[in-house]
């Protein structure tokens, strides 16, 4: 999406800590930004919803991808280029779309 992200993410650690993977998503992203375009990127803070045991993981999944699409941005979620997931395919997420 142009003006924010969408990320599903999942602490698999005992010591996983969102907060600290959202500091350190932005920080990195935002100095290498910053240094290429000399603005800053990101604003401050961000909204997390914490998924509820029996909440399925792959339908929000499936909802994230489908932003771009409701946004007007691509006419399919397998058109957007910035989609994807480290642990399911293009293709198991959207074949149920």
Do not use: C
Request: proline fraction near 3%.
């Amino acid at each position: 999406m142009p003006d924010h992200t969408h990320l599903l993410i999942e602490g698999l650690r005992e010591n996983s800590d969102m907060r600290r993977f959202a500091k350190m998503a932005k920080q990195g992203s935002g100095a290498a930004y910053a240094l290429k375009y000399d603005r800053a990127l990101w604003q401050e803070g961000y909204h997390d919803r914490v998924l509820r045991a029996e909440e399925d993981s792959r339908r929000v999944a499936r909802y994230i991808l489908e932003n771009p699409v409701r946004a007007g941005l691509v006419r399919h979620a397998a058109e957007y280029p910035f989609s994807g997931s480290d642990i399911w395919t293009m293709a198991e997420l959207i074949g149920s779309l």
